[in-house]
């Protein structure tokens, strides 16, 4: 793909442009992967999205003024266990194993960017002008994602909001693109890579250093190395050491039962080891039948329940099934005066006093299903200080940030009425 040009040609003139990659057929193949890949990312984050539960509490929701946007949300389920892990995991591993096609696709276009005279038409126009949209948010939504899964805090609070309504424009204007662009990429890939013919193509080619098939595999080969990078994000053991690319830094979970994946220290939430010692912390469990304060030992002493679950965070990392043992949490309702068939939503909060995810809204849904714990103990020993000694929360197929650690007081009931 050799770059030789005249400084006197403008790139606003077609000769500027002279890969001989560049073409009807590269463009649509491109195309039509990221036709595929985008659908199932948009789809994909639309689940994240309902999985946060916003409907539930004005807690869960980062995105309060979503109005129509919000029509399709559903109560998130607990099954299958693994459900928001799956979810997630493709969501963000898609997102960057298409880079490069997205890079690539945008590079094969781009000569019309500078085409001139700007508009021939409005009709032109409309086309230009829903094309910066296209492209914009195209950008913005793999920008802002991938920031939000590298470096955490680069946006205080608001990634949801900015991730969640840049996804919705830009989607619009790729769904009107598709249906304009779908009929002419088919026969451009019926005609294939040696009838190209049409704008894209260069006027005074370059010598080819490339075919653009191979270029293609050069793509994809980008694409695989991103994968093989990525992917392992979503184990623990020796497949998380392939994810080159995850962030790193992160506290070292060490070896042991407590082993796994640490997304936020117990030092970092400004978690005092005195406030979760055994003679000061108590559970406060509030529902219709009052209060009830618990001690570590008298939970210890309730009927106690194991259930093997990961941790899956937005962030698209996940942990393999750890082996979370405790009191569930349709007992702790119970405790609180609702039949445990009839458990009612929960508030969650924990001991941290500042800082985001530490409350969250649990479903109706969530507290009745029997693998919801208040786990005291992961994989045979007390939780490690980092996973949340002396309480966490661990529910089914729930995104990571509704398993809250440190757990001081849980309110069943009616959340419009526990939120203020
Ligand atoms: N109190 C509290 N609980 C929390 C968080 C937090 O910041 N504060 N982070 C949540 C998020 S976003 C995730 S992904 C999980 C991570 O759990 P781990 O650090 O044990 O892997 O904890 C959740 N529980
Ligand atoms: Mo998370």
Not at 37 to 56: E, H, K, Q
Not at 94 to 106: F, S
Request: aromatic share 10%.
């Amino acid at each position: 793909m050799s770059r030789k040009f005249d400084s006197v040609v403008p790139p606003t003139s077609p000769a500027f442009w002279r890969s001989p990659v560049r073409g009807p057929w590269f463009t649509s193949v491109l195309g039509v992967v990221l036709l595929f890949g985008i659908t199932v990312l948009f789809v994909t984050g639309l689940l994240s999205y309902a999985a946060y539960n916003p409907g539930l509490s004005p807690l869960n929701d980062k995105t309060p003024d979503k109005g129509l946007l919000g029509f399709y949300l559903f109560d998130w389920p607990t099954r299958p266990y693994w459900l928001y892990r799956l979810t997630q995991g493709v969501h963000v591993t898609l997102g960057i194993t298409l880079i490069p096609v997205l890079l690539a696709k945008l590079w094969s276009v781009v000569p019309k960017l500078f085409a001139l005279p700007p508009a021939r038409s409005l009709a032109h126009a409309l086309e230009r002008i829903s094309l910066l949209t296209l492209v914009g948010g195209v950008l913005f939504e793999f920008v802002t994602g991938v920031l939000n899964v590298q470096l955490e805090y680069v946006f205080p609070g608001s990634f949801y909001p900015l991730h969640f309504y840049g996804a919705w424009v830009f989607f619009a204007a790729f769904a009107l693109h598709v249906v304009l662009r779908a009929p002419a990429a088919v026969r451009n890939l019926r005609r294939g890579a040696l009838g190209d013919s049409g704008e894209l193509v260069a006027v005074r080619p370059a010598a080819p250093t490339v075919s653009r098939r191979g270029a293609l595999g050069v793509v994809g080969g980008a694409s695989a190395l991103l994968f093989a990078t990525t992917a392992g994000r979503g184990f623990d053991g020796p497949l998380r050491r392939t994810a080159l690319l995850a962030p790193h830094g992160w506290a070292e979970p060490g070896s042991g039962p407590g082993g796994f994946q640490i997304n936020k220290t117990a030092a970092s939430r400004g978690i005092d080891p005195r406030e979760t010692a055994e003679e000061a912390w108590r559970l406060v469990v509030a529902g219709p039948a009052g209060t009830v304060r618990l001690s570590r030992p008298e939970l210890l002493r309730l009927p106690l329940h194991t259930a093997a679950l990961p941790i899956a965070c937005v962030e698209g990392w996940s942990t393999s099934d750890q082996e979370w043992r405790g009191v569930r949490l349709r007992d702790l309702a119970k405790l609180a005066g609702h039949a445990a068939d009839a458990a009612p939503d929960v508030l969650v909060e924990s001991l941290q006093r500042r800082g985001a995810f530490r409350r969250a809204a649990l479903s109706a849904a969530q507290a009745r299903d029997p693998r919801s714990l208040l786990a005291l103990e992961v994989n045979g020993a007390a939780l490690t200080p980092d996973h949340g000694y002396p309480a966490r929360i661990i529910v089914p197929a729930a995104p990571g940030v509704l398993n809250t650690k440190w757990v001081a007081r849980l309110t069943f009931g009616d959340l419009r009425e526990a939120v203020r």
